[in-house]
């Protein structure tokens, strides 16, 4: 190999670890935040009876070799059938590799694809896209087929078809406009308005979760769980957010009737995990800030 393809070698290897690092990383701020309306945090397993922090820290760190492939094997290449299903193939097995380490709960399967689709997008402009790029790119990708798809009918397509409302497919092959045009304003906003980086980040869960067709939450709470969802984020943003006590108690509110229903916004939570990872690999002028410290095995 010439000393030139060597050094691109290297490169793209470095590039690689770090989208990977990074993403894993999201993945665990995500669910270290606390308190999330019915999701699992620090304080417990929210509306889960087989999910906890310590299952989803493990499932977390179990898709680092995952992201880390699809990073390097994207690296530098076109969005096209055959990048399709190199980057389906690869995220299924980093499903099947997350079933393997949770004893077969489905803790990120939302995460691997809204990450997957957005490292390999990144990975495709050699690492230095900006978001709108890097958006653009995993539209492209989650638009094409992919034939080698089992045909399989999932809760999402469930609740999707039964409520006709789009899903975590839709929401990748329309360029993530939760994460574009309402989580990463409202990150930036919170954070210029003075709010810590946690009540940041949970300010970003809320905005989406005003309008975000959760199919995580259909399938376990019906419309009047969507419902509920959207109204009770509404209320906590209206309140000032959740730096304000008026927002703090509207957050508490919006929790216990979340558990109420049995209703759980994994789908946004993915969203947001996917929020914080173009945050930090396509910084704009508002810098990402740590929320405290995690570790990347
Ligand atoms: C395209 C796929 C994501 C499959 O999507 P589909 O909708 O067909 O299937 P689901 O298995 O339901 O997975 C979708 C998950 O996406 C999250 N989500 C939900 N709504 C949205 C939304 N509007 N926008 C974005 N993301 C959304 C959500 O994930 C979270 O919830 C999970 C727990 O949910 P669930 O399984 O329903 O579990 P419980 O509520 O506990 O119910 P029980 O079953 O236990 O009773 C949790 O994992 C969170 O992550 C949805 O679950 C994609 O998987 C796919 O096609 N993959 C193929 C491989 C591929 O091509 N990969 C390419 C990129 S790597
Ligand atoms: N914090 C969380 N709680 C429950 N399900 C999730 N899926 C992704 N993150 C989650």
Same mark, same amino acid.
């Given at each position: 190999m010439s000393p030139q393809r060597q050094l691109a070698a290297i490169v793209a290897e470095r590039h690689a670890r770090h989208l990977a690092v990074v993403a894993t990383h999201c993945l665990l701020e995500e669910a270290n935040l606390t308190p999330k309306p019915g999701l699992v945090d620090r304080r417990g397993s929210g509306a889960h009876k087989d999910l906890t922090l310590d299952l989803l820290e493990r499932s977390a760190h179990s898709l680092t070799p995952t992201f880390y492939a699809l990073a390097l094997q994207c690296w /530098?290449?076109?969005?096209?059938v055959a990048l399709r299903q190199l980057v389906g193939r690869l995220g299924r097995e980093g499903e099947a590799q997350m079933m393997q380490t949770t004893a077969g709960v489905n803790t990120h399967r939302g995460a691997i694809w809204a990450l997957g689709l957005l490292i390999a997008a990144s990975a495709m402009r050699g690492g230095e896209g900006s978001v709108q790029q890097v958006v653009d790119g995993a539209a492209a990708l989650a638009m094409l087929p992919d034939d080698a798809a089992p045909k399989l009918f999932s809760n999402g397509q469930r609740a999707s078809s039964r409520y006709r409302l789009p899903g975590a497919r839709e929401e990748a092959q329309q360029g993530f406009p939760h994460v574009v045009n309402l989580a990463l304003p409202q990150l930036h906003l919170s954070r210029r308005q003075g709010a810590s980086e946690s009540e940041a980040r949970l300010d970003t869960l809320m905005i989406m979760m005003t309008s975000l067709s959760d199919t995580c939450v259909l399938s376990r709470a019906g419309m009047d769980g969507l419902e509920a969802m959207q109204q009770g984020a509404r209320a906590v943003l209206a309140a #000032? #957010?959740?730096? /304000?006590p008026a927002g703090q108690r509207a957050l508490a509110r919006l929790d216990a009737h979340m558990l109420a229903l049995n209703a759980s916004p994994g789908g946004a939570a993915d969203l947001l995990s996917a929020t914080l990872f173009l945050d930090r690999i396509c910084p704009g002028p508002d810098a990402p800030r740590d929320a405290g410290p995690l570790s990347v095995r």
């Open positions: /530098q290449r076109p969005a096209d #000032g #957010g959740v730096s /304000q």
